[in-house]
């Protein structure tokens, strides 16, 4: 039975990065996608990225130029920085496992509880 | 990438059927068997429900089905019952290799 907890930072101040990691247990980071989501305060879900294998990275197009996600294989955790943050950014984070579908990524199958972050002054 | 679009919120009564709907394109639904459904209690993460358009999870009700054509997704709920009422949100695979979600959809029951 696979198991994510994130752990960070609750609050950010705007212009700073946000830093959230993501510790698994049950399951090995280096052989599953990984993948960060969030969820603003009464609005839906959007996709961050994923990394896969601890090296490869895909990322939300909206989100790309500000947003690294990373593996650490000896803690077996992957983390999110997430770089000049605005209040727009206040959210609820979730990691999640991305299982794999005739070898794409393709559903979330194991999630977070996930961890709120506010970002303010 | 633009997100796929849900109905905003869909109500029926207990053991009536509902069904949500979820639109995309020809990058993401249309062209991928690769779409989710992901039900959503207030405060707590979402849980999956239906995978690969019709694929449920062991443990998942068999009330609850999925079903695909051309670039539209539906995900059916059947004996509608107190504790189905949430949010639902679709998601599907791209042809960028990335993911999206639907903008969401409340179910009510009345």
Known sequence: QVQLQESGPGLVKPSETLSLTCTVSGDSITTSYWSWIRQPPGKGLEWIGYIYTSRTTNYNPSLKSRVTISGDTSKNQFSLKLYSVTAADTAVYYCARLSRSAWNPAHFDSWGQGALVTVSS | QSALTQPASVSGSPGQSITISCTGTTSDVGDYPHVSWYQQHPGK??????????????????????????????????????????????????????????????????
């Open chain 2, 45 to 110: 993460a979402p849980k999956l429900m239906i995978y690969d358009v019709y694929n449920r999870p062991s443990g998942v009700s068999d009330r609850f089905s999925g079903s695909k054509s051309g670039n539209t997704a539906s995900l059916t709920i059947s004996g509608l019952q107190a504790g189905d009422e949430a949010d639902y949100y679709c998601s599907s695979y791209t042809s960028s290799a990335t993911l999206v979600f639907g903008t969401g959809t409340k179910v009510t029951v009345l």
